[in-house]
Structures are given as C-alpha cells and as structure tokens.
C-alpha cells in the first residue's frame, strides 16, 4: 500500500496553510509554536474568508503572507484557495475557526493533510456551539480534539485530545475561555507528531 502523507516525517521543514475565518488565536499559537527556523514546519500562507478578520492581521504581524479569499459560493472559494495553496505549494492544511464546510472533493484532494481544531471531546458535540452544547448536557469533563478532516462535519479521525473540568457555575464563556487554552496547546502538539510521522501513533492520546 502507498505511504499515507507523512507516514514518514519529510526531509524539510513542511509548508503550513492556516485557514480561519475569525480572530486567529489558534493561528498565533501555530505561529509561536513553529518559529521561521522550526525544522519540522511553518505557517507559510494563511486564508480568511472574511475580509477584516483577525487571523489575517496576525499572520501579517507575523510577516506571513495572508489572503482574504472571497466565499461568493463555495465552489468559487475552493478554486481560489486550491490556486492559492498549489501556489504555495503546501503540504498541511490547518482549519482554525474556519467556518465554512469545505466540499468533499476539496478534502479529498488534501486526505491526510487536512486538520481541524474543534472545542470538544469528538465525537461528542459536534457541530455549532460545543461548548453550549456541554453545559447542556451537563457533562462532568469537555476538552478539545484535533482531527483530520473528511467529507463530514467533525467527523474525521481524532489525533489528539485534551480535556478540561466542567466547573460548577460555568458559563459557556468560562467554559469556551479554559477549553480554548487548551486548544492552543493541543493544535500545535498535533501538527508536530503528525508531521513527525507519528501521527497515527498518537491517535487518541488523551491529556489534560
Ligand atoms: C476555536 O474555539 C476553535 O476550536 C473553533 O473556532 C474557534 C476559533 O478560535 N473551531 P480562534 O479564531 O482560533 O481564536
């Protein structure tokens, strides 16, 4: 059988794609996390669907070259940023709070080299609002999952978790606010065993 992408770590620093459509503070944790001589990788591009959003001024704070890539429609989106990221020639694709559900054919061009960070313990909560979702439901623990991204909606392959306490009195800010901490850790964490090639080894490995 083929090697699946970075089965094998590659024999340079891996070219990083961000796509996000609001503040970016899991880009700024990627960017911290993989500085400019980082062996294993870097953010080279980063793609915001959203003209003013805050990802897009951090990655150019960061000197990263950074797009808005208007979503008219989702098919004129894909060919605009599948242009952008061949361009680039990119390698791994990071969803971080990209709000937009991007087409199978899409995520099948990038299979195994597409992630996403969701603010819940997958497959629990999927969808819009985990965070509330939690609160509802009221479970004792919630946390995060980094996960390679298929044709459905956080439905992919989890590489990582970290979890968190539900606290008594917790609202879904006080919630969302700690879990995103850990999100910042666990994002990072992910990239580098996948691009390692460690990857599927690590698949499901649980902290908190
Ligand atoms: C994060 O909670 C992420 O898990 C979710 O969207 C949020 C994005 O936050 N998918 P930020 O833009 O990275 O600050």
Redesign the pocket.
């Known amino acids: 059988m083929a090697d699946r992408p970075f089965d094998r770590p590659l024999d340079r620093p891996a070219r990083i794609a961000v796509l ?8 700024a944790a990627l960017l911290r996390a993989f500085p400019a001589d980082d062996p294993v990788g870097r953010v080279t591009l980063v793609l915001s669907n959203v003209a003013d959003a ?2 897009l001024t951090v990655a150019r704070d960061a000197g990263v070259e950074a797009h808005h890539v208007a979503f008219p429609d989702r098919s004129t989106f894909e060919a605009a940023a599948l242009r952008q990221l061949e361009q680039a020639q990119i390698d791994l694709v990071c ?4 709000m937009r559900v991007l087409s199978a054919d899409f995520v099948r061009r990038f299979e195994g080299r597409l992630l ?4 819940s313990l997958l497959p629990r909560f999927r969808g819009l609002h985990p965070q509330r979702q939690a609160l509802e439901a009221g479970v004792a623990t919630s946390g ?1 999952t980094v996960h390679l991204v298929d044709a459905g909606v956080d439905t992919g392959t989890p590489l990582l978790q970290r979890s968190v306490d539900v606290l008594p009195g917790d609202t879904e800010a006080s919630l ?1 606010e700690r ?2 901490a850990e ?1 910042h850790l666990a994002y990072p964490a992910a990239v580098r065993l996948l691009l390692q090639g460690r990857g599927t080894r690590a698949a499901l490995e649980r902290t908190s």
């Open positions: 996000a459509s609001g503040r970016g503070t899991n880009l805050g990802a969803l971080a709070g990209f996403n960070i969701h603010p995060c969302s879990i995103l999100e």
